[in-house]
């Protein structure tokens, strides 16, 4: 059973604070992997996708991945209360187009 | 431009009912999906298609049928549903090119389905 998990939450910060979502994955032959917001009622929206250990930065957000750790994480700087969502992380499996979905964390920025 | 379109946004429908939901994209993708996504849940993958064929079907019930007319729509035909069958329906598209980097997909708003 290839899993994708994250801890579901709700993750609360204070504005202006750096927001530190995880997700640990199982299949070690997985090769990509994605963030998606998801507002409430809303369809989930791309952030960023990673494939390269390391880090990736786009404006506040910054992914970083482990393979070897299995883990991929995303980091929300300066947090503002309109980040305040669902986020999911979605790791490739089974082939190129099929993707797993984690759970998802629930971040609430606290003004 | 990112842009899935999907009809309608809201469906309310009968367990006799049969109607159909729409997707829509003009990127040029080759890759159409189906997810179902019920409250406080992921999305669940339902139907690929992958160059206008059905490349997989996770064992979803028939009364839903999938159907792909070109590469830019994709509707899914909904017959006989029940009611556990109320969720939102999610469409996707993506580039559909295998490589290294997996293929990014891209959500529509989705179709609110209540069942009655």
């Known amino acids: 059973q290839k899993e994708v998990e994250q801890n579901s939450g709700p993750l609360s910060v204070p504005e202006g604070a750096i927001a530190s979502l995880n997700c640990t994955y199982s299949?070690?032959?997985?090769?990509?992997f994605f963030w998606y917001r998801q507002y409430s009622g809303k369809s989930p929206e791309l952030i960023m996708f990673i494939y390269s250990n390391g880090d990736k930065e786009d404006g506040r957000f910054t992914a970083q991945l482990n393979k070897a750790s299995q883990y991929v994480s995303l980091l929300i700087r300066d947090s503002q209360p309109s980040d305040s969502a669902t986020y999911l992380c979605?790791?490739?499996?089974?082939?190129?187009?099929?993707?797993?979905f984690g759970t998802g964390t629930k971040l609430q920025v606290i003004p | 431009d990112t842009e899935v379109t999907q009809t309608p946004k809201h469906l309310v429908m009968g367990m006799t009912n049969k109607k159909s939901l729409k997707c829509e994209q003009h990127?040029?993708?080759?890759?159409m999906y189906w997810y179902k996504q019920k409250a406080k849940k992921p999305p669940e993958l339902m139907f690929v298609?992958?160059?206008?064929?059905?490349?997989i079907n996770e064992s979803v019930p028939s009364r839903f049928s999938p159907e792909c007319p070109n590469s830019s729509l994709l509707n899914l035909h909904l017959h006989a549903l029940q009611p556990e069958d109320s969720a939102l329906y999610l469409c996707?598209?993506?580039?559909?090119?295998?490589?290294?980097?997996?293929?990014?997909?891209?959500f529509g708003p989705g179709t609110r389905l209540t069942v009655l």
């Open positions: 298609y992958s160059y206008e064929k059905l490349s």
């Open positions: 996707a598209s993506s580039p559909g090119w295998q490589g290294r980097n997996t293929d990014t997909q891209y």
């Open positions: 990127m040029g993708h080759r890759a």
């Open positions: 979605a790791v490739n499996s089974g082939g190129y187009q099929k993707v797993t």
């Open positions: 299949d070690r032959g997985s090769q990509s």
